[in-house]
């Protein structure tokens, strides 16, 4: 796991930023990680020191009544995100479908022009 900190050791991102003020910090993910199973929005409640990829120091720099509430919102916001882009997969195959469908549809007609012409053809050979 990496995390972002600033020069005061708080957890300001997890695993990518796009802050460059902020230093990136590797926590070896093992049963000894603290943050395993957190979401993100908790695990940036936190200032930690970290010692050879092991969490050797973390406190809230947050208030603590309001760490579950983050907590909260921040896993609400993730299960939304995973929400979005399920459903952008269900509208991309969907469209998919229709444009297979829309596809059958003209081989189809291609096909009955075919007939009408050859029947057309052999109505006035005769």
């Known amino acids: 796991?990496?995390?972002?900190?600033?020069?005061?050791?708080?957890?300001?991102?997890?695993?990518?930023?796009?802050?460059?003020?902020?230093?990136?910090?590797?926590?070896?993910?093992?049963d000894e990680n603290?943050?395993?199973?957190?979401?993100?929005?908790r695990i940036?409640?936190?200032?930690?020191?970290?010692?050879d990829g092991h969490v050797?120091?973390?406190t809230p720099f947050v208030s603590s009544i309001l760490i579950d509430f983050v907590d909260r919102f921040g896993t609400a916001?993730?299960?939304t995100a995973e929400d979005i882009i399920a459903a952008e997969q269900e509208i991309t195959d969907q469209d998919l479908s229709m444009m297979e469908a829309e596809q059958e549809i003209t081989d189809l007609d291609l096909?009955?022009?075919?007939?009408?012409?050859?029947?057309?053809?052999a109505n006035d050979e005769a």
């Not at 009955?112 to 029947?119: G, K, S, V």
Request: glycine fraction near 6%; charge should be negative; aromatic fraction near 8%.
């Open 111 to 121: 096909r009955l022009m075919e007939l009408e012409n050859a029947q057309e053809g």
């Open 34 to 41: 603290p943050f395993t199973g957190w979401s993100d929005a």
């Open 56 to 58: 050797v120091m973390m």
């Open 77 to 79: 916001d993730a299960q």
């Open 44 to 51: 940036c409640c936190y200032r930690v020191q970290v010692y």
């Open 1 to 30: 796991m990496i995390v972002y900190v600033n020069q005061n050791g708080e957890i300001h991102d997890v695993g990518t930023t796009t802050d460059e003020t902020l230093s990136p910090v590797e926590i070896i993910d093992d």
